[in-house]
């Protein structure tokens, strides 16, 4: 697709990876943040340590790893290879893959934030009530946790967007399949084709603008309900 000579592919195959990386990290970071609210263990220091390692470590440094992990010749590569005769690196899969590790803390520490504004409280008021443990979370917790879950979403769907030296180093630059915006920029400024970067630049500004003005909203709008 594109529009005006310019390649508009990469902003759809970005909006693709962004979407289906933060439907995977919610579903992830929803146990470990609550986990991470309420145990006492002493590895929870270690496990936070972990999660949030993303936001410190290089983006190439852990797109380098991934890279060594995820490749053919490693075991996990070459498990993913035997069952589905695909490689994990240079594929949409691997960018995924890449993108939930890259994206993790903004997902789970909004989460876990919430998550320990909420408390215990309210989930056991519902237990008194004969509610599941289960049940308990998925019609006390989760509505009480509304701010947490949407400003992680939003979150780590603007991270992913942005995206450059870890789905570079996993995923390369093959149109189609793993040339992102981010990188698509990259490629305009190395050309010099100055004007097509400035578009992409230009509409990345303008939606980095916008999640952040929806974040800020949302904690105005939105308070967590204390326990």
């Known amino acids: ?3 005006g000579g310019l390649d508009l592919a990469p902003v759809g195959l970005s909006a693709l990876l962004a979407a289906v990386t933060t439907f995977m990290l919610l579903i992830i970071a929803t146990p470990l943040s ?6 006492r263990a002493r590895a929870k220091v ?6 949030a390692l993303p936001l410190v470590l290089p983006p190439t440094v852990l797109g380098f790893y991934l890279l060594v992990v995820l490749s053919p010749t490693a075991p996990l590569g070459a498990a ?4 589905t005769g695909t490689t994990l690196t240079f594929s949409f899969t691997g960018l995924v893959v ?5 994206s993790l803390p903004f997902a789970v520490q909004p989460l876990q934030a919430s998550f320990e504004a909420i408390g215990r409280g309210p ?8 509610a599941s443990p289960l049940d308990a979370f998925m019609t006390v917790a989760t509505p009480l946790a509304l701010r947490g879950y949407i400003t992680a ?3 780590t769907f ?3 967007l942005g995206e450059f030296g870890v789905v570079l180093m996993v995923g390369g630059s093959i149109p189609g399949r793993t040339k992102v915006l981010s990188i698509a920029i990259y490629e305009h400024v190395e050309t010099i084709d100055y004007a097509s970067a400035h578009v992409l630049s230009a509409m990345m500004l303008a939606f980095s603008f916008l999640v952040l003005l929806l974040v800020f909203v949302i904690n105005r709008r939105y308070p967590i309900r204390m326990s």
């Open 1 to 3: 697709m594109s529009g």
């Open 98 to 102: 890449a993108s939930v590790i890259y």
């Open 34 to 39: 609550w986990w991470l609210a309420h145990t």
């Open 80 to 83: 993913f290879v035997s069952l």
């Open 123 to 130: 989930l056991e008021a519902a237990a008194t009530l004969g």
């Open 158 to 160: 603007a991270h992913t």
């Open 153 to 155: 979403a939003v979150l």
């Open 46 to 51: 270690l496990v936070e340590a972990v999660t």
